[in-house]
């Protein structure tokens, strides 16, 4: 069954703090792999489509990367505004996406 | 940008009651989608269309129904609302190009809440 892990579960930074965000996934013949970002109470906002291994993407102070079995998402120097729900999810089939249960994230002024 | 708005950002139905939540996209996106997210259970995918008139089944549909008259609107009809059906509604739209599929772009969300 295809699935998409994310780790840690949940984050606490202090501002400037850089770390990285895991998304593990199974999934035969990935056709896209997706972050987003989620304010409690709003929907997802999309960030990254990262297609094949080896493929990197940047906006302002996040990146994202993917490995075979992997993605990152890397954040530089986070501010506080920067605490949300980061989901990364993949393809399931045609049109069907499957999401990870997200890492919270809180940065710390 | 893509915009994708949903009737109501909130909204208190009672058990038994008929219940329609309604999705409007305006980048003639040919699939759409509706989601319910619960704490624990991350985002589960209820019914998608591809086309209008077309409608596949997502993981959850059981208590549900869609409908898709128009390109731009996708509707979520709950025939006989019941309290395990609280929670938060997420729509969703995408573009399909050269058999690609692209990434999806949600609505704010409707928090249902059935007593």
């Known amino acids: 069954e295809d699935q998409v892990t994310q780790s840690p579960e949940a984050l606490r930074l202090q501002e400037g703090e850089s770390s990285s965000l895991n998304c593990s996934y199974t999934?035969?013949?990935?056709?896209?792999l997706f972050w987003y970002r989620q304010d409690p109470g709003k929907g997802p906002e999309f960030l990254f489509t990262?297609?094949?291994a080896g493929e990197e993407k940047e906006k302002e102070r996040l990146k994202a990367t993917l490995t075979k079995k992997e993605s990152f998402l890397h954040i530089t120097a986070p501010k506080p505004e920067d605490s949300a729900t980061y989901l990364c999810a993949v393809f399931q089939g045609a049109q069907k996406l499957v999401f990870g249960q997200g890492t919270r994230l809180t940065i710390n002024p | 940008d893509v915009k994708v708005t949903q009737s109501s950002r909130y909204l208190v139905k009672r058990t038994g009651e008929k219940v329609f939540l309604e999705c409007v996209q305006d980048m003639d996106h040919e699939n759409m989608f509706w989601y319910r997210q619960d704490p624990g259970l991350g985002l589960r995918l209820i019914y998608f269309?591809?086309?209008?008139?077309?409608?596949e089944k997502g993981d959850i549909p059981e208590g549900y129904s869609v409908s898709r008259e128009k390109k731009e609107r996708f509707s979520l009809i709950l025939e006989s609302a019941s309290t395990n059906q609280t929670s938060m509604y997420l729509c969703a739209s995408s573009f399909t190009l050269a058999g690609l599929d692209y990434e999806q772009y949600f609505g704010p969300g409707t928090r249902l809440t059935v007593t």
């Open positions: 269309s591809y086309d209008v008139k077309m409608k």
């Open positions: 990262l297609y094949s």
């Open positions: 999934v035969s013949g990935l056709r896209g």
